[in-house]
């Protein structure tokens, strides 16, 4: 067992944040575990206050944060690349995040047809941990 830090910079905010995960343990079974978060970002200091600095209670709850909205970003992202893929190659998909807490995603689609939003919210509908943190805006 190697413990292995990473500094990750996730594309959903300007946070900065290491994590810690074993080398020995398979990259399906791995477990993230916070060690340090060095920069909070100004939408997540605004939910999770500028204490999420560091590694106490707070930034456990910060990292969790971050990474949920970064996995429901890629999940949508991986289901608009199945449904068309078009429409990621085509610059049709874009994501903000509101200002609610936990943040909900919104994802915009140019250029995608009814059917293929209606492909889409299926998939997203689909998977519970999405419930009410993922908009398609119209
Ligand atoms: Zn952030």
Redesign the pocket.
Known sequence: MTKQITRWSPDT???VIEYAWDDSVDPSTRVHSLENVIT??D??VAVFGGRAIGRGASAAALFAG?VDENQRKNYVYEAVQVVNPALIEGRGFSYSFDKSSPRVLHVQLVGANAVQKTNITNRITANAQLSGKVVLDP
Do not use: P, T
């Open positions: 905010c300007r946070c909070i970002c939408a997540h971050v």
